[in-house]
């Protein structure tokens, strides 16, 4: 009786997220948005009208996580379903042009690594189904031509390779570097245009748009529209632009009366960065901020909206993760994640249906900052490893939670749903929890290796690599 009644409650979920036939999906990501960097989610001093109507006709999920706490492993993770150290995005990637190591683990102009085109992406399992697919916005996932986003399932690109901070920065338009330099104040009007346009033109067929924003990552930039209109400063305008090109993709959906076939996701490849003081992001109730293991720099800000679909004004305070996108649009759109590799998110359909008494698939999630193993959670506990920084020509601080030089993180439980700001440890109370997550990061180390204990992967994947 047990099983024919899952199995009901999750055709009841399919069939809801189903409703339309070849649902559109839209994912908008900010870069370096706080968790409290909307109004819907605590902020006191910004104005996101937008993002807070999407909330309340649509679902705030509350626990929801990034893979990694900066941009290109978070980003790898979200195409691919997997962690970024299965498919390659660990330590190796982060050489930099004069040969220092980049202590944020991220891809920088020049290196030869990117997303191995032998990986499968969202946009390929769309494609395979029939999908119109595109990408606008930043990349940063390898600026070789093999690893360009027209050589990972996307139709259409248009946008720029890396972060807003790195050079030489252009636009592409597919494999194509234009002419025309890169106004930073009008980028995210760009954006918005450009998205809109997909949106128009692509409406006669289902679609799989990804809008990968640059704001409000450093430098900041926002049009004289506005500039100098937030109580947050520049940071805050920024958001504020983010939010209105939000609301210009859903009015477009509404114009065209796609709004109810279409599930649009919005969240951040990160936390907060709390280094940049007043030009970064806010990362309340959480600890800790992009580059770090703590929440802050894992959890993200996220709001999903299909009307009629996804229960409005409902929040989901399950654990989810970007890696759930593909498996979970691949279900939507009546078809299946690759069969022949590992893919570590989970359907979540029923969370998003807002099925009654849906819990999140996750019965362990793993906290990677490139190949170091920090952290483990499982249901509200969260255990972290000791952690020795041992390189002192590596800055650490806003990338690793700790002062510069030789320093040790020691180990810790924290139980999250009376402490999600991790500040007291129960680690000598619960030591039965402490055993049972122990056996998993045994676990994560025997498939996916931590360079901290000197494992080695045996279920990872090799990263793409130009000669």
């Known amino acids: 009786m047990r099983s024919l009644a899952l199995f009901s409650a999750a055709m009841f979920a399919a069939t809801a997220l189903q409703a339309a036939e070849k649902p559109n999906f839209i994912i908008i990501l900010a870069d370096d948005l706080g968790y409290a960097d909307l109004t819907c989610f605590g902020a006191v001093d910004m104005s996101t009208p937008h993002l807070d109507r999407m909330a309340r006709e649509g ?84 600026d070789r031509p093999q690893f360009n986003p027209t050589r990972q399932g996307f139709d259409e690109f248009f946008g720029v390779l890396f972060s807003n901070d790195m050079d030489p920065y252009r636009y592409y338009r597919g494999t194509k570097q234009l002419d025309e330099e890169i106004d930073r104040d009008q980028q ?110 894992f959890r993200t800000p996220a709001i999903a909206w299909q009307p009629g679909v996804v229960p409005a004004g409902s929040a989901c305070g399950e654990l989810a993760s970007a890696m759930d996108l593909l498996p979970t649009l691949a279900a939507m759109a009546g078809t299946q994640p690759p069969q022949d590799r590992t893919i570590d998110g989970h359907d ?25 193993l920090h952290a483990v959670r499982s249901g509200p506990w969260k255990l972290r490893t000791q952690n020795l920084l041992k390189n002192e020509n590596i800055y650490h ?40 997550l122990k056996g998993y990061l045994d676990e994560a180390r025997a498939d996916l290796g931590d360079s901290l204990t000197g494992v080695a992967p045996t279920g990872a994947r090799p990263v793409g690599k130009a000669e």
Not at 103 to 127: C, D, Q, Y
Request: glycine share 12%.
């Open 348 to 372: 979540v359909t029923p969370l998003l249906a807002g099925q009654p008494g849906a819990k999140s698939p996750w019965e362990k999630l793993f906290y990677y900052f490139g190949n170091e």
């Open 188 to 297: 995210t009007q760009r954006y918005t245009a450009e998205a809109v346009d997909f949106i128009r033109r692509r409406r006669g067929e289902p679609f799989f748009l990804y809008v990968a924003h640059t704001m409000p990552h450093v430098p900041l930039a926002a049009s004289e529209q506005f500039r100098g209109k937030s109580p947050r400063g520049l940071y805050g305008d920024a958001v504020s632009e983010v939010d209105w090109s939000v609301g210009q993709i859903l009015d477009a959906l509404r114009e065209l009366q796609l709004d109810r076939r279409t599930l649009v996701l919005f969240s951040s490849d990160n936390g907060g960065w709390l280094a940049r003081g007043e030009r970064g992001g806010l990362n309340t109730p959480f600890r800790g901020g992009k580059g770090g293991s703590y929440e802050g720099g």
């Open 59 to 142: 679902m705030r999920l509350t626990d929801f996580h990034m893979a990694a706490p900066t941009c290109t492993a978070s980003r790898a993770a979200l195409l691919t379903g997997c962690y970024p150290v299965r498919v390659g995005m660990g330590d190796q990637i982060a050489p930099r042009a004069d040969g220092t190591l980049s202590p944020s683990r991220v891809l920088w102009p020049g290196s030869p690594f990117g997303l191995n085109p032998s990986e499968i992406t969202i946009a390929e399992v769309l494609k395979e189904a029939g999908y119109a697919t595109g990408v606008i916005g930043k990349w940063h996932l390898g």
């Open 397 to 436: 601080g806003p990338w690793r939670d700790s002062p510069i030089g030789l320093t040790t993180v020691p180990a810790a439980l924290y139980d999250l749903s009376r402490d999600p700001g991790e500040q007291k440890s129960v680690l000598d109370h619960h030591p039965k929890i402490v055993q049972r």
